[in-house]
Nanobody
Framework: QVQLVESGGGLVQAGGSLRLSCAASGSSFSIGAMGWYRQAPGKQREFVATITSGGNTRYADAVKGRFTISRDNVKNTVYLQMNSLKPEDTAVYFC?????????WGQGTQVTVSS
């Protein structure tokens, strides 16, 4: 089992920045790709960004150029640096991690961007 705990969410004004963290614990060895998804009220959960264990990244078009995903394989932690935030970025942000053909999810952290 892998446990994921997100942190770093909060309230920020449009144009501001936040940095989310997601720490993996438990059987966290050999974790593969890690990523971030988000879910706004009344909407489906959507992909934000992902990073492989080797550092290859992929982003949703909506966040490309504004968000940066990174990871520390020693700390088993993935980060999401969010700049130039917009009100439409308001959502609960979830991290996930792949290991041994299973996908694990965190509980989520709220990000609210005021206009």
């Amino acid at each position: 089992q892998v446990q994921l705990v997100e942190s770093g969410g909060g309230l920020v004004q449009a144009g501001g920045s936040l940095r989310l963290s997601c720490a993996a614990s438990g059987s966290s060895f050999s974790i593969g790709a890690m990523g971030w998804y988000r879910q706004a009220p009344g909407k489906q959960r959507e992909f934000v960004a992902t990073i492989t264990s080797g550092g290859n990244t992929r982003y949703a078009d909506a966040v490309k150029g504004r968000f940066t995903i990174s990871r520390d394989n020693v700390k088993n932690t993935v980060y999401l640096q969010m700049n130039s935030l917009k009100p439409e970025d308001t959502a609960v942000y979830f991290c996930n991690a792949a290991r041994s053909f299973s996908l694990y999810w965190g509980q989520g952290t709220q990000v609210t961007v005021s206009s």
